[in-house]
Every structure is written in structure tokens, then in C-alpha cells.
């Protein structure tokens, strides 16, 4: 039974045709969010449908489309969507690497390649202060279904400033 059908049942349960305790208040209004909340996933359902038709059309906005859609998509399931962007921990990931030397890890995704090569190239310059002395990292950008993924790895050195 739709929430909309299951409103107007519960709203019509006492022999008066109206609403007769407070239980049946708290009921109604219980039902009236489910309502709201399946018309706005529908609405949102129906976005997400015009974003698809969007991206197979093509164009230089399709990525960021396509990411428009998985958001929606997700909000019309009830997931909570905080922020689609999530920031990388470099000091996190520079540890990592200094633990496993020569082998290369995963940094962090990134939509674009320009952001992508620019921090890969950050980490090779010691730019990012997580990954110093210069040198010390090598780091290259690899492509992904989403976007592009930044992968480094730490290269032993005899310098005296590497932190262990």
C-alpha cells in the first residue's frame, strides 16, 4: 500500500471519519513524511533519469554530470549524502608509503587530471611538506573509471633529512 493510501486510512479510522487520538496524530504524521519522502524520491528519480539522458548526449560536462546523478541516485535511496568531496590525508599516506619503500599505493582520487597531475607533481617537488625532502617520493597519475587516481611510492635514500 502507497504511503498516500495508508494517509487517508489512518486519517479515516474512528467511526466519525476523523482523527481521533493522539496516537492516531502521531500515525498521520509518520505517514505524511513517508509521504513526502517517496514523492521527493520520485521527483528525484526523475532528475536523476534527465541526467543520464544528459550524459549519453555527450558534450565536455558528462563527468561532471554523471557525478550529479550518482549523488541524486543516492539521495533518492535514502542515503545521506554529506559532501561528494572528500579530502586526502597526505601525512596518513606518506607514513604509509615510508613503511612499504619501493612499493607504489594509491595517494587519492581525483575528478580532473589537471588536479590529479598537479598534486602527483607536488608530491615528486616536496611541495605538500608530508612528502619531504624532495626526491624522497616518486609519484604518477593513473587513470579510473571515476576520474584519476594519484599513486606514489617511496624511494630509500641515504639522505640524512628523509624522516625514518
Not at 15 to 20: E, K, P
Request: net charge positive; charged share 30%; glycine share 6%.
Amino acid at each position: 500500500m502507497s504511503a498516500r493510501r495508508q494517509l487517508i486510512a489512518a486519517l479515516s479510522e474512528d467511526g466519525l471519519g476523523g482523527i481521533a487520538t493522539l496516537h492516531d496524530v502521531e500515525r498521520a504524521e509518520k505517514l505524511v513524511d513517508a509521504a513526502v519522502a517517496e514523492a521527493v524520491a520520485a521527483e528525484l528519480r526523475a532528475v536523476a533519469a534527465d541526467l543520464e539522458n544528459r550524459v549519453r548526449a555527450g558534450g565536455p560536462r558528462a563527468r561532471g554530470l554523471a557525478f550529479a546523478r550518482a549523488i541524486v541516485i543516492a539521495r533518492a535511496e535514502g542515503e545521506s549524502v554529506d559532501s561528494p568531496r572528500k579530502f586526502a590525508n597526505h601525512y596518513a599516506a606518506a607514513e604509509k608509503l615510508r613503511a612499504q619503500p619501493g612499493v607504489w599505493l594509491p595517494v587519492h582520487d581525483y575528478a580532473l587530471k589537471g588536479s590529479a597531475d598537479a598534486i602527483a607533481r607536488h608530491i615528486r617537488c616536496a611541495v605538500l611538506p608530508a612528502y619531504r625532502p624532495e626526491g624522497a617520493f616518486k609519484a604518477r597519475i593513473e587513470p579510473t573509471p571515476d576520474g584519476y587516481r594519484v599513486v606514489a611510492c617511496f624511494v630509500e635514500t641515504t639522505r640524512k633529512d628523509v624522516r625514518p
